[in-house]
């Protein structure tokens, strides 16, 4: 219970106490005063009674003593009255029937008055004439007392209303600073910094304030100086300080990741001689200058998503582009050509080559290595033609090639028919128990299997990776609620998903539908989503949160952007890029890893490393505030553990086995 809380709870409880305290004395001196009203009544109405009836008494007139009797039992409460003659040894009684008044039955059974009862004589001198008995009615005596009680509990309700809510306002604008600083605490404690608060009037609270601002202040500037030391550690291991493109380093971790993920796709190579011209003629400051105008023309110049881009050497830079077609590749080299063109114009070169571009398209599996020495060849046999000074190699493919559109009917015949085929692999925290489980999925038609990293390049250059994200998030759901024992399952979300009003809308209403499956179902977008589409992307995110579902992102690092997206979107876990995972007898790369983990752990954010291949690895990634785990060791963990407990259960259950 709240300090608030408690100190209501016993506010009110004194004054309700201190007002029963004061009802129940008032209640006794207003019994005290009727009780004593009533004695005094009945003494002045005996006296009144015997000056009426003592001339009747001696005159011994019969019908004139009834018609007094009668006058004086009428004009009086009494509840009975007896006058006894002496002289002739008669006696006279009246009594009144009991008449309903407006007083609680449980009321006069109190017993709070009992009928009270006086006897007089009646005398001529000193000659007896008559004895007078007269008993009173306790029915008016309780009507007062609840009449007078009602009055006085009225009012005492209404100061206690009155009080109260005085209490309840004085109480709530006096704990205000109070209540700022607790939720100023919680805040804290989630890494959420505000304003200042402002400083309370009373003085003790005043000093907690101080402290507790300047607290914050130091915890705010500590957690950016943080940030920026991941990205600044991210920046020396893989990003060219001249050109603020990845450098070497970076683009053969990412080719690698992409070679274990799809390797379908192209890589370009562009290598101008206007750098080695610029540094040589016109000194270094012009030289670094243009070599960023080179990466801002290349980077506003080439509009294709999920590109990768580096500076590979002084005077190379390269391209990788995933599941992009060979049409579009040729595209890519043109723009490159032509921003060297453009800024060719300005510079002090004489050659009149200025550039060349080798294009590599690449459809099955391969190393880094031997994709690089197929480009330099490329971009030889392009060095060979100054006319038009670009090359294209296309490397043949086990599979067929398939155009756009020939994707797009493949997704919507299986979509139609449910030729989808699912494959979960299992994510374990640091605990070994399992998390979630990532969902793979693949097309297979005709015992032809399409994995997704080889059509969702073209689905999404066709903007209809909605429609594939829809039909695997339905498929999931009902697999869920089917079985009860499945999940978690992550479902990867497409870019241009995250980017349409209408799937979120429609997305939104299978959650509200399913509410049921929230622990059991997480969403991962791409750091991409994130970066290129934040509005649409916030929406998405807002609309998980409102119905308790999660998300996480995945190729988490990829992009050398700021971190500082995770403060504002909040996912409940990352998935670290491969390129940061692998090699980690890398100083330089383990310390970048452990930085940018550190930053999304100190947000309470799951950080988890993908593609986790051998024990040395899982070990080494134990120790650099990496929280979870995913890749073949990770499945043939599972596969072995579940194999093992299927044995088990087999010979204790020998009759199954039989059967089978």
Same mark, same amino acid.
């Given at each position: 219970?709240?300090?608030?809380?408690?100190?209501?709870?016993?506010?009110?409880?004194?004054i309700?106490?201190?007002t029963?305290?004061?009802?129940?004395?008032?209640?006794?001196?207003?019994?005290?005063?009727?009780?004593?009203?009533?004695?005094?009544?009945?003494?002045?109405?005996?006296?009144?009674?015997?000056?009426?009836?003592?001339?009747?008494?001696?005159?011994?007139?019969?019908?004139?003593?009834?018609?007094?009797?009668?006058?004086?039992?009428?004009?009086?409460?009494?509840?009975?009255?007896?006058?006894?003659?002496?002289?002739?040894d008669?006696?006279?009684?009246?009594?009144?029937?009991?008449?309903?008044?407006?007083?609680?039955?449980?009321?006069?059974?109190?017993?709070?008055?009992?009928?009270?009862?006086?006897?007089?004589?009646i005398?001529?001198?000193?000659?007896?004439?008559?004895?007078?008995?007269?008993?009173?009615?306790?029915?008016?005596?309780?009507?007062?007392?609840?009449?007078?009680?009602?009055s006085?509990?009225?009012?005492?309700?209404?100061?206690?209303?009155?009080?109260?809510?005085?209490?309840?306002?004085?109480?709530k604008?006096?704990?205000?600073?109070?209540? @700022?600083?607790?939720?100023?605490?919680?805040?804290?404690?989630?890494?959420?910094? +505000?304003h200042?608060?402002p400083?309370?009037?009373?003085?003790?609270l005043?000093?907690?304030?101080?402290?507790?601002?300047?607290l914050?202040?130091?915890?705010?500037?500590?957690?950016?100086?943080?940030?920026?030391?991941a990205?600044?550690?991210?920046?020396?291991?893989?990003?060219?300080?001249?050109?603020?493109?990845?450098?070497?380093?970076?683009?053969?971790n990412?080719?690698?990741?992409?070679?274990?993920?799809?390797?379908?796709?192209?890589?370009?190579?562009?290598?101008?001689?206007?750098?080695?011209?610029?540094?040589r003629?016109?000194?270094?400051?012009?030289?670094?200058?243009?070599?960023?105008?080179i990466?801002?023309?290349?980077?506003?110049?080439?509009?294709?998503?999920?590109?990768?881009?580096?500076?590979?050497?002084?005077?190379?830079?390269?391209?990788?582009?995933?599941?992009?077609?060979?049409?579009?590749?040729?595209?890519?080299?043109?723009?490159?050509?032509?921003?060297?063109?453009?800024?060719?114009?300005?510079?002090?070169s004489?050659d009149?080559?200025?550039?060349?571009?080798?294009?590599?398209?690449?459809?099955?599996?391969?190393?880094?290595?031997?994709?690089?020495?197929?480009?330099?060849?490329?971009?030889?046999?392009?060095?060979?033609?100054?006319?038009?000074?670009?090359?294209?190699?296309?490397?043949?493919?086990?599979?067929?090639?398939?155009?756009?559109?020939?994707?797009?009917?493949?997704?919507?015949?299986?979509?139609?028919?449910?030729?989808?085929?699912?494959?979960?692999?299992?994510?374990?925290?640091?605990?070994?128990?399992?998390?979630?489980?990532?969902?793979?999925?693949?097309?297979?038609k005709?015992?032809?299997?399409?994995?997704?990293?080889?059509?969702?390049?073209?689905?999404?250059?066709?903007?209809?990776?909605?429609?594939?994200?829809?039909h695997?998030?339905?498929?999931?759901?009902?697999?869920?609620?089917?079985?009860h024992?499945?999940?978690?399952?992550?479902?990867?979300?497409?870019?241009?998903?995250?980017?349409?009003?209408?799937?979120?809308?429609?997305?939104s209403?299978?959650?509200?539908?399913?509410?049921?499956?929230?622990?059991?179902?997480?969403?991962?977008?791409s750091?991409?989503?994130?970066?290129?589409?934040?509005?649409?992307?916030g929406?998405?995110?807002?609309?998980?949160?409102?119905?308790?579902?999660?998300?996480?992102?995945?190729?988490?690092?990829?992009?050398?952007?700021?971190?500082?997206?995770?403060?504002?979107?909040?996912?409940?876990?990352?998935?670290?890029?491969?390129?940061?995972?692998?090699?980690? @007898?890398?100083?330089?790369?383990?310390?970048?890893?452990?930085?940018?983990?550190?930053?999304?752990?100190?947000?309470?954010?799951?950080?988890?490393?993908?593609?986790?291949?051998?024990?040395?690895?899982?070990?080494?990634l134990?120790?650099?505030?990496?929280?979870?785990?995913? +890749?073949?060791i990770?499945?043939?963990?599972n596969?072995?553990?579940?194999?093992?407990? @299927?044995?088990?259960?087999?010979?204790?259950?020998k009759?199954?086995?039989?059967?089978?």
């Amino acid at each position: 219970m709240t300090l608030y809380r408690q100190l209501i709870t016993w506010i009110l409880a004194i004054i309700i106490l201190f007002t029963l305290a004061v009802t129940a004395i008032h209640f006794s001196v207003l019994h005290s005063q009727i009780q004593q009203q009533r004695i005094n009544n009945i003494n002045r109405d005996l006296l009144n009674a015997e000056l009426a009836l003592q001339s009747q008494l001696s005159a011994v007139n019969s019908q004139a003593l009834e018609q007094v009797i009668d006058q004086l039992f009428t004009n009086h409460s009494w509840q009975s009255l007896s006058l006894y003659l002496h002289q002739t040894d008669k006696t006279f009684k009246r009594e009144r029937v009991a008449v309903d008044v407006a007083t609680p039955e449980w009321f006069i059974k109190l017993g709070l008055f009992q009928q009270h009862t006086e006897t007089r004589s009646i005398n001529h001198g000193l000659e007896p004439l008559g004895r007078l008995t007269i008993t009173t009615n306790t029915a008016q005596a309780y009507q007062q007392l609840w009449q007078a009680k009602l009055s006085v509990l009225n009012l005492s309700l209404v100061l206690l209303t009155l009080a109260g809510t005085i209490v309840l306002i004085a109480l709530k604008r006096r704990l205000k600073p109070l209540d @700022n600083l607790v939720q100023r605490a919680k805040g804290i404690t989630n890494n959420q910094f +505000g304003h200042p608060i402002p400083l309370p009037a009373a003085q003790d609270l005043r000093t907690i304030v101080r402290v507790i601002n300047h607290l914050t202040s130091q915890l705010e500037v500590n957690f950016k100086a943080q940030a920026r030391e991941a990205v600044k550690l991210r920046e020396q291991a893989y990003r060219d300080s001249v050109s603020g493109l990845g450098n070497r380093s970076f683009f053969i971790n990412q080719l690698n990741s992409w070679l274990s993920k799809s390797h379908k796709g192209g890589l370009a190579l562009l290598k101008t001689t206007i750098i080695d011209d610029c540094y040589r003629y016109q000194g270094f400051d012009a030289g670094d200058q243009l070599v960023k105008h080179i990466a801002t023309g290349l980077n506003e110049g080439i509009i294709y998503s999920d590109i990768t881009l580096a500076r590979l050497s002084y005077d190379e830079f390269a391209l990788l582009a995933p599941n992009i077609s060979a049409e579009k590749l040729r595209i890519v080299g043109e723009t490159m050509l032509s921003v060297i063109d453009e800024l060719a114009t300005t510079s002090s070169s004489d050659d009149p080559q200025t550039a060349h571009v080798g294009l590599l398209m690449n459809n099955q599996s391969s190393t880094s290595s031997t994709l690089l020495s197929q480009l330099d060849n490329a971009l030889t046999k392009a060095a060979l033609t100054p006319q038009r000074p670009i090359a294209l190699i296309e490397e043949s493919s086990a599979h067929t090639a398939l155009g756009k559109q020939q994707w797009k009917s493949l997704l919507l015949e299986a979509i139609d028919n449910d030729y989808f085929t699912y494959h979960y692999q299992p994510v374990v925290n640091d605990n070994n128990g399992i998390y979630q489980h990532e969902v793979f999925t693949a097309i297979k038609k005709r015992g032809e299997v399409y994995t997704a990293s080889q059509f969702l390049g073209a689905i999404e250059d066709l903007g209809v990776g909605s429609l594939f994200d829809r039909h695997v998030v339905a498929q999931l759901i009902n697999r869920l609620n089917a079985d009860h024992q499945l999940g978690p399952l992550a479902i990867n979300i497409t870019n241009s998903s995250a980017n349409d009003p209408a799937f979120i809308r429609w997305l939104s209403q299978a959650m509200e539908r399913n509410q049921a499956l929230s622990s059991r179902l997480f969403f991962e977008l791409s750091e991409s989503s994130f970066v290129r589409h934040p509005d649409s992307t916030g929406l998405l995110c807002s609309a998980i949160r409102f119905y308790k579902f999660r998300f996480g992102v995945d190729n988490y690092g990829r992009h050398f952007k700021s971190l500082d997206y995770l403060t504002e979107f909040r996912p409940d876990y990352v998935k670290i890029d491969f390129a940061y995972t692998h090699q980690l @007898n890398d100083q330089t790369k383990s310390g970048v890893l452990s930085s940018i983990s550190r930053t999304a752990h100190s947000l309470n954010i799951i950080t988890i490393a993908t593609r986790v291949e051998t024990e040395t690895q899982l070990e080494r990634l134990s120790d650099l505030f990496v929280s979870g785990f995913q +890749g073949f060791i990770i499945e043939h963990k599972n596969k072995t553990t579940h194999k093992k407990n @299927n044995n088990e259960q087999g010979r204790n259950d020998k009759p199954i086995i039989a059967e089978r």
